[in-house]
């Protein structure tokens, strides 16, 4: 395989791999905790985490399992003393507000002395819903819980529920920002209803025992869903100075998906920020979902535009609003024929072989009955359901046939005259302008009506609806550091006690199924990258095979003039010491040597002249030919190489 390839293998498994991941990944909570001074952190080293705050009077702990049992031998070896449970502590008192508030909550005593249930009825509804008699309790949560921390729990579905509390002082919208800040957990999920709060308005005597959907409020803010459609409300009422008339303004829809802060039944942290430059910000977990201005991002806007439509202004009869007119000199061409059909027979299309013009195509089904209880008189004459006919299967057609359409190459429908462009255009009308009347401009909509009250006025289809930790004043950062003395627990409980990354997985592929695909390319392209970089190679053609046998060859050949080498090294040794001893024999026998001198020398001769003989016919040969011999005859040349071998052996000697 080409490297480039490989490495398109490689980035593909990657960029897979990092989709898994990221669509999997369902916000997991953050393992940190805003501390006092308003940073987040935990000590990864620490197994306990306690985080305290002002409350002498009750602490309770939570103990939370991270990890399994370790094994506790190997190899009959026994490990060090190690904690089996990995766990970490959260020692929980009730939160006290750093700073100046208008109002705080915790529902951590138990009661509700502060706030006072609704005894009236819902205007313009039915009598047998129309009470709000819909249950409140205090309770902790089910799931995450935090020993020694409650909250207010609606506890009753299809019913209307209100409950309102006093604040510690007004709030007058002057110099200081407005923060709102509260928990929600859908613990059963929601399926249509709300779970926002209202900012009761400051209009003298409020009696909070008639707290309905008409009482007069300032702010409504917090989460609210029906169907699929999942919204973050931010409404304020602004007071018209001409008319003194209130209006409800909206805010833009936030800039981020909701959908998972309704069903993962976990706390989240809604908070509104409300600054005197008319400037404003929603938080979800910290984390800024929506920002705006008061003057720009509102619906419909504050101040209404100067200028209007004049209703009594009307488009004049010969107003003439066609760009395009059909061109009054343009003729019909004489050949033109509106009367052509669009389809008409094929002339060249030929009745198939075979076609059976006297069979229909269905007849009476042989195998059918009457059935008993048919009554002539009342149901008419019997007849069997047609079938096809069985001689028309093998046939390439049955009944009358027709020959088949085609479209008419002299068709061109009606004729219509060309357009062009109209000499007496004159546009769209739109009517004049004029001064609004109703023209008026507010600069300041963030002073709006002082309020002294909080409210829960909700419809809810879906029990079990979590509230807790409340808290209304006019700075963020202590707003910050009662989450992190309040929610912060429970976010930490929550992460702690989440399921592992292949539970999460599946939970993810189930919401979204597509990931399944995702999932199974995941682990098949590391399988498939192992096979397609280590399988061995496909044999080679005959003529590689060709090459290899010869590269064999000539290694055996390379090792046997190595053995040569050393076989005439060895030679010389035993050469020079022969030498030596001829030199003492030739003194006794000189005449016998110079007999047998001459006959050596003619033997020599005769050797070498051979050897010469067989080097050239050895070197006459061509490479095919010395390639079949190789081949064919292996035993052979080996044989006769070892012989050529010993003859020079011999001469040497």
Known sequence: MKLGGGWVWGLLLLLLTSLAAAASSDDRAESEVLDGDGDMGLDEEEEEVKVLTADDDEEDEAMVTDEEQFDEEKDGAEKSDVDANVTFQVT?????????????????????????????????????????????MVEPLKENKVPGDQGLVLKSRAKHHAIAAKLDKPFVFQDEPLVVQYEVNFQDGIDCGGAYIKLLSDSGAVNLEQFHDRTPYTIMFGPDKCGEDYKLHFIFRHRNPLNKDMEEKHAKRADVDLKK???????????????????????????????????????????????????????????????????????????????????????????PEGWLDDEPEFVSDPNADKPEDWDEEMDGEWEAPQVPNPACETAPGCGEWKRPTINNPQYKGKWKAPLIDNPNYQGVWKPRKMANPEYFEDLQPFRMTAFNALGLELWSMTSDIYFDNFIITSHKEVADRWASDSWGLKKLVASANEPGILAQLMAAAEERPWLWVIYVLTVGLPVGLVVLFCWPKKPADDYVYKKADLSQNQIEEEDEEEEEEAAEEEDKEAGAAAAAQEEGEQEDSGAQGDNLEGADDDDDEEEEEEEDDDDEAEENKTPEETLEDERDGGDVAEESHKQAVRKRRVRKD
């Open 92 to 136: 929980y008192k009730t939160p006290v507000p750093t700073g100046d508030v208008y109002f705080a909550e915790t529902f951590d005593d138990g009661s509700l002395d502060r706030w006072q249930l609704s005894k009236t009825m819902k205007e313009d509804a039915d009598e047998d819903i129309a009470k709000y008699d819909g249950k409140w």
């Open 261 to 351: 802060f309704y069903t993962d039944k976990k706390t989240h942290l809604y908070t509104l920020v409300l600054n005197p430059d008319n400037s404003y910000e929603m938080f979800i977990d910290q984390s800024s979902v929506s920002r705006g201005n008061l003057l720009h991002d509102m619906v419909p806007p504050v101040n209404p535009p100067k200028e209007i439509d004049d209703p009594n202004d009307s488009k004049p009869d010969d107003w003439d609003e066609r760009a395009k007119i059909p061109d009054p000199e343009a003729v019909k061409p004489e050949d033109w024929d509106e009367d052509a059909p669009a389809k008409i027979e094929d002339p060249d299309a030929l009745k």
